[in-house]
């Protein structure tokens, strides 16, 4: 499926084709005792099973898959987990969001999820514990605005599915002076730690369970609620470099469907500058077949 999905956006030569079909070959064979991958028809291989969940049909006692996915098994239950499924939000996720509506006393928050989160201003953080007031609600456009992006942890999740978020740290709140990329939400594992700072270039890393994912100019969380006071200063170019590099490397790893871990994105990045690789350069297909490569030496490392 990933050399199907390459094929249509990135065009291989010859030797190219060779080398990506290899790697993706031993990428399989590193991975077979955990890739349970299924397209629509695949038989499921289960020693035993009592009940049939989703993406799964019995067909002359065959086990079959329905849609594409990965095989999940919880205790004798076997379904399908699909791939390009919106985020399923948990309580506690770290998320990063885009502001979409600011209406009285709360914003709306796009999670690519199915319910958008709510962030209230009572549930942002409040210095020395003061009470909100009728002139916080009157100034949270000078705080927040639409399309300003935001981090925020999943406070609380109601019966209907709607998101209440929490900002009630430093670490969280509105974010600036960089880009917000999209991936698939799969491509993102639940991790004792989503917040970066990889101080070698000075850029701050959130890597949200949304499968949204910041990358911009290195702030002090305690900065972060006077932003938009002390913060308005040059980036260099050097910072912004940076910043489009690692985008980019996300992007390349999002194509080639590798889960989103600091380890990788910092690999790809390195691989980027040994390879002399210009920024733009690398949304091309060499790239793409030495990321796919590289991924194949690192899983032989870690072995």
């Not at 006393?105 to 319910?115: F, I, Y």
């Not at 900065?223 to 006071?229: G, Q």
């Not at 040994?274 to 990321?291: A, P, R």
């Amino acid at each position: 499926m990933v050399m199907r999905k390459l094929q249509l956006e990135l065009p291989l030569n010859q030797t190219q084709k060779v080398r990506f079909e290899r790697a993706m070959e031993r990428l399989q064979l590193l991975s077979s005792t955990t890739n349970n991958s299924v397209i629509v028809a695949d038989s499921i291989h289960e020693d035993a099973f009592l009940l049939k969940g989703y993406g799964t049909s019995e067909v002359d006692g065959e086990l079959l898959a329905t849609v594409c996915g990965v095989v999940t098994n919880v205790d004798k239950l076997v379904y399908i987990r699909t791939l390009r499924a919106r985020y399923k939000p948990e309580v506690k996720d770290i998320v990063v969001g885009r502001v979409i509506e600011v209406s009285q006393s709360c914003w709306r928050v796009e999670l690519n999820s199915t319910k958008d989160g709510i962030l209230k201003l009572s549930s942002m953080d409040n210095d020395v514990q003061r009470r909100k007031t009728d002139v916080d609600e009157l100034s949270m456009r000078n705080i927040i605005v639409e399309d300003d992006v935001v981090c925020a942890e999943v406070g609380c999740i109601h019966r209907d599915g709607g998101l209440e978020l929490r900002a009630t740290s430093y670490k969280y709140g509105k974010l600036d002076k960089g880009q917000l990329l999209m991936v698939d939400p799969y491509l993102v594992k639940r991790s004792n730690i989503h917040f970066h700072y990889i101080e070698s270039l000075g850029i701050d890393l959130i890597i949200g369970r949304n499968g949204f994912i910041w990358v911009g100019e290195h702030v002090q969380a305690q900065d972060r609620r006077i932003l938009d006071d002390e913060m308005i200063k040059h980036t260099s170019l050097e910072t912004r470099q940076s910043i489009l590099r690692i985008g980019n490397a996300i992007r390349v790893l999002s194509n080639l469907g590798f889960t989103m871990t600091l380890e990788v994105i910092i690999e790809t990045v390195i691989l980027s500058n040994m390879e002399n690789i210009d920024v733009h350069d690398m949304l091309g297909s060499e790239f793409h077949v030495l990321v796919a490569e590289n991924e194949v030496e690192r899983r032989i490392r870690r072995a």
